[in-house]
Each structure stands twice: as structure tokens, then as C-alpha cells.
């Protein structure tokens, strides 16, 4: 950052509902912008009561005006859900203008890869094409941490969120491959990277010699400069 933020923490032992009058007053007296909620649960009273306090939190913070808001959630332990979702009620999602994903994985001890992804919006499309995921590395050693930007794509475990077309592109940059080389690279089945690149043949792919049975594989000329997310 080329500047230094003001930051000022309060400490809560309430549902924000029931604070939100003192919290407006700090808002206004200190003239902040930003309101960052650390997290969903404690904020609607506990966990037995996220499912009918999430409304509240989020019909409070929009009282307040001039302000935009960051709720830090954790995700729902529901193993039977295939994609997890934040912790309460379908109101956690609704609700939000914004909801993104963050995951993290450590390779080395000192290193944390992280990738932030966007899990729903309600922005329009065209002002999101490129921005995400957002990888950072967190890197720890004994003059302190640091934070580094990073590919997504070069750490398995966070590409696998990635979709298979973006994974596809990014790969190609890199030059022609077979499906079979596809697929042992990105650990894809075969049957889905052929799927994706015949999908998008023409406008994203291009088969190098087609009349070959294990053709090359490679990118339309605009995709070479043009990255899609």
C-alpha cells in the first residue's frame, strides 16, 4: 500500500443487532468507510442462532450509511454438501453483494499458498473477466513475513477449484499438448479435457493436426495474449 490505513478495533460481546446503535455513532465520529466484521457467528449470537440472526446482521450494517462491509465467515461442516458454503442460513449467500472463497495450502513450513475466489456476485460479468482467482504466498522467515502474488495455477490443490477451460488456456500458454499430456499435467480425466476442448474449439482451442488420432492441441491466436477468467 502507498498509504497507511486507520484502523480501529472494537470489541464486541453482543449480536451486532443489538450494538448497532453505539457502532453507527463510532462510524460517524471517526468518519469510517469500511466495516469489517470478524466473523458471521459471534455476530449473530452464536452458532445456534446463525440460521435466524443472518438477516439482522446484514439489515443492521446497511443501516449504516456511507459504509461498505467485510463479514468474515467460516464455511458450513456439512459433509454430504459437494460445494461448501458459509456458515448460517441461505441469507449468508442472498444477502451479500459479493461472497468470495478463500482457500490455503502449505507446501513448505515457512510458506502458505493461498487463492481467492469468487464464490457469488452480483456484479456485472464484464468488470470480473480476468480478476479471479487472486493467489498470494505467504512467506514467514526470521526477519518477519512478506506476501508475494502468485499463480493459482501452479499449486494442484488450489487449481483443482479452477474451471477447466481457464486451466486449459493457461496451460497452452505454455505451448501445444496432447489430451493425453493434458491430462497427466492438470490431472484431468482424458474424457473431460477432450470434452472442454471440444466445446471451445475454434473460439478458445485449436486442433494443430486434426487428422492425426493424438493431435496437438493449442490456443486461438487471441487467447495467446488475452487471458479469460
Same mark, same amino acid.
Given at each position: 500500500?502507498?498509504?497507511?490505513?486507520?484502523?480501529?478495533?472494537?470489541?464486541?460481546?453482543?449480536?451486532?443487532?443489538?450494538?448497532?446503535?453505539?457502532?453507527?455513532?463510532?462510524?460517524?465520529?471517526?468518519?469510517?468507510?469500511?466495516?469489517?466484521?470478524?466473523? !458471521?457467528?459471534?455476530?449473530?449470537?452464536?452458532?445456534?442462532?446463525?440460521?435466524?440472526?443472518?438477516?439482522?446482521?446484514?439489515?443492521?450494517?446497511?443501516?449504516?450509511?456511507?459504509?461498505?462491509?467485510?463479514?468474515?465467515?467460516?464455511?458450513?461442516?456439512?459433509?454430504?454438501?459437494?460445494?461448501?458454503?458459509?456458515?448460517?442460513?441461505?441469507?449468508?449467500?442472498?444477502?451479500?453483494?459479493?461472497?468470495?472463497?478463500?482457500?490455503?495450502?502449505?507446501?513448505?513450513? /515457512?510458506?502458505?499458498?493461498?487463492?481467492?475466489?469468487?464464490?457469488?456476485? /452480483?456484479?456485472?460479468?464484464?468488470?470480473?473477466?480476468?480478476?479471479?482467482?487472486?493467489?498470494?504466498?505467504?512467506?514467514?522467515?526470521? !526477519?518477519?513475513?512478506?506476501?508475494?502474488?502468485?499463480?493459482?495455477?501452479?499449486?494442484?490443490?488450489?487449481?483443482?477449484?479452477?474451471?477447466?477451460?481457464?486451466?486449459?488456456?493457461?496451460? !497452452?500458454?505454455?505451448?501445444?499438448?496432447?489430451?493425453?499430456?493434458?491430462?497427466?499435467?492438470?490431472?484431468?480425466?482424458?474424457?473431460?479435457?477432450?470434452?472442454?476442448? /471440444?466445446?471451445?474449439?475454434?473460439?478458445?482451442?485449436?486442433?494443430?493436426?486434426?487428422?492425426?488420432?493424438?493431435?496437438?492441441?493449442?490456443?486461438?491466436?487471441?487467447?495467446?495474449?488475452?487471458?479469460?477468467?
Amino acid at each position: 500500500l502507498n498509504f497507511k490505513p486507520k484502523l480501529y478495533y472494537r470489541y464486541c460481546t453482543r449480536k451486532l443487532e443489538d450494538d448497532i446503535e453505539s457502532i453507527q455513532q463510532i462510524v460517524i465520529d471517526k468518519q469510517i468507510k469500511v466495516i469489517i466484521v470478524d466473523s !458471521l457467528v459471534p455476530a449473530v449470537g452464536g452458532a445456534k442462532e446463525a440460521k435466524e440472526n443472518v438477516e439482522p446482521l446484514f439489515t443492521s450494517l446497511r443501516s449504516i450509511p456511507g459504509t461498505s462491509a467485510l463479514v468474515i465467515s467460516h464455511q458450513a461442516k456439512d459433509p454430504e454438501a459437494k460445494n461448501k458454503t458459509p456458515y448460517g442460513d441461505v441469507f449468508s449467500v442472498n444477502r451479500p453483494r459479493h461472497v468470495l472463497e478463500l482457500r490455503a495450502t502449505q507446501e513448505q513450513e /515457512n510458506e502458505t499458498e493461498m487463492a481467492i475466489y469468487k464464490f457469488k456476485s /452480483n456484479l456485472p460479468p464484464h468488470s470480473l473477466t480476468g480478476l479471479y482467482p487472486i493467489g498470494y504466498k505467504l512467506i514467514d522467515n526470521a !526477519l518477519g513475513s512478506r506476501i508475494e502474488s502468485f499463480d493459482v495455477n501452479t499449486s494442484p490443490e488450489l487449481a483443482e477449484k479452477l474451471p477447466v477451460k481457464l486451466r486449459l488456456i493457461k496451460y !497452452l500458454k505454455t505451448g501445444s499438448a496432447t489430451v493425453k499430456e493434458l491430462s497427466e499435467a492438470l490431472t484431468i480425466k482424458e474424457s473431460f479435457i477432450s470434452m472442454n476442448l /471440444n466445446k471451445y474449439k475454434h473460439s478458445h482451442f485449436v486442433k494443430l493436426d486434426p487428422q492425426l488420432h493424438n493431435a496437438r492441441w493449442g490456443l486461438m491466436a487471441r487467447e495467446e495474449g488475452d487471458e479469460e477468467g
